[in-house]
């Protein structure tokens, strides 16, 4: 019954009263202290894997991300709500059971929206900003696209499934922040337990490196188990090689977060049709329309 779900206006107030848990705000001050704690030890040890100006580029990026995730805020609410009220056919009491359930079942969600992102040329825009540094330090995890809000349709079935809207935006945020700790060199191996269930650094680190063998694996966000299942999952062997297959020889912000749309556009002028054009945008990163084949090509082991 409708009558029992949440209003839209009683979400509004709960997130205008506080009564929605921010973990990220209360996380920031822990986030930012242990990226000067690793900054500090890259400087003692004069290993330079910090970039200055790569630094201050994620960050720059990340500040934007904030500003347009809380500008984004209301539209993110509404269509969560939105689903949960209309379209599911059942509500899932708020429990510690149906938390576990729905961290699961977004993080199967963030799976396929990471795995689609780096397949489909449109979604890749969205995401290759987070992949463009050359170094890997908690503050790449920063380095989000302003508009990679446009996935929430891929999360969208949790909601449809009855999911409490509470229990799904504690869940997401959780699942965000656990993207953080897992963006450094300094973090081992650790026990094999948890390296086959959970992401762990030495898994992230495969997944943004170039090297052929890692490139396009290792998805998971919170879970590992979901690569091990359809085929994504590589180990951690030879040392990483980290950003994209054609690196960006810019530092500026707003350039990182849409030189890819400018490059679909450029390609996209480059075809006769539109057809081939809106084909482009769904097509593999990296791959070019061949003309015999009516089709568009990508080369063994390009992704970006």
């Not at 995730?69 to 209309?86: E, G, N, Q």
């Not at 500026?252 to 390609?267: A, G, M, S």
Request: proline residues 5%.
């Amino acid at each position: 019954m409708k009558s029992d779900r949440y209003t839209f206006e009683e979400i509004m107030t709960m997130a205008s009263n506080g009564e929605l848990p921010e973990i990220i705000i209360w996380a920031a001050p822990v986030m930012f202290s242990l990226v000067a704690v690793e900054y500090f030890l890259e400087f003692k040890r004069n290993r330079k894997a910090y970039d200055e100006k790569d630094l201050w580029a994620s960050t720059a990026i990340g500040i934007g991300n904030v500003i347009v995730t809380v500008l984004s805020k209301f539209v993110t609410f509404f269509a969560i709500w939105a689903c949960y009220y209309y379209l599911a056919p059942w509500t899932i009491p708020a429990t510690w059971w149906s938390f576990i359930l729905c961290l699961i079942a977004l993080d199967f969600c963030r799976y396929w929206a990471h795995r689609i992102a780096h397949e489909q040329r449109f979604w890749w825009a969205t995401h290759i900003t987070h992949h463009s540094s050359e170094q890997y330090y908690f503050g790449v995890s920063f380095r989000l696209s302003w508009v990679q809000h446009l996935k929430l349709i891929f999360f969208l079935p949790v909601a449809i499934a009855g999911f409490d809207p509470v229990i799904f935006f504690i869940c997401h945020q959780i699942e965000v922040l656990y993207q953080f700790w897992i963006h450094t060199e300094y973090i081992k191996k650790l026990p094999t337990p948890i390296e086959y269930i959970f992401t762990t650094p030495s898994h992230h680190r495969v997944h943004h490196a170039t090297n052929d063998q890692y490139i396009d694996k290792n998805y998971g966000s919170t879970f590992i188990i979901w690569d091990r299942m359809f085929g994504t999952f590589e180990p951690e062997k030879e040392q990483p090689v980290y950003g994209i297959t054609t690196p960006v020889e810019s530092y500026n912000p707003v350039y990182l977060v849409f030189h890819e749309f400018i490059n679909i556009f450029r390609d996209m002028k480059k075809l006769k049709s539109w057809k081939n054009r809106f084909r482009l945008l769904w097509s593999l990163p990296g791959s070019e329309y061949d003309g015999d084949k009516d089709a568009f090509i990508r080369d063994k082991g390009i992704n970006t």
